[in-house]
């Protein structure tokens, strides 16, 4: 399985966030300049974080991004799952476009959707607060002062 680059810069820019110094908002600016993400593909991503309650925008010169809720109460599993639109690991999980003729005897797709359920389960275990277990070398890596 394999996560899409979205939602991998959507955990980056929630750490990051989380990283900053207790007051002091993010910028998308300096966001893309760490992770080398572009500017206009970061905006999307934060303007859906925010859309789910997850980051909070400020406006004018001196705004910015924040958490907009407590890193202990972010759960990572949330984050992954509303950020991928969808989970269909074979052609079998999606109905739609099902023409497997093997489908109604295959035994792999069980075996496959138990293993999608067995690792959103794992995810679902952490928030973004156990992400920060290491949040000065984070800090380092990241250049947040």
């Known amino acids: 399985m394999r996560l899409k680059k979205y939602t991998d810069y959507a955990l980056r820019v929630m750490i990051y966030t989380a990283s900053k110094p207790e007051g002091e908002l993010a910028r998308k600016k300096e966001i893309s300049e760490v992770f080398h993400i572009s500017e206009n593909h970061l905006g999307k991503?934060?303007?859906?974080?925010?859309?789910?309650?997850?980051l909070e925008t400020i406006r004018g010169r001196s705004g910015g991004i924040k958490l907009a809720k407590n890193p202990a109460d972010i759960n990572i599993g949330y984050v992954v799952q509303a950020m991928e639109d969808d989970f269909h690991l074979l052609e079998c999980f999606d109905r739609e476009t099902n023409y497997c003729v093997i489908t109604p005897a295959c035994k792999l797709k069980h075996l496959?959707?138990?293993?999608?359920?067995?690792?959103?389960?794992?995810?679902?275990?952490?928030?973004?607060?156990?992400?920060?277990?290491?949040?000065?070398?984070?800090r380092e890596l990241m250049d947040i002062k």
């Open 112 to 138: 496959l959707n138990d293993a999608l359920s067995a690792f959103l389960e794992v995810l679902n275990q952490y928030t973004l607060q156990d992400l920060l277990a290491n949040k000065d070398e984070l």
């Open 45 to 54: 991503i934060v303007h859906q974080l925010n859309k789910l309650g997850l």
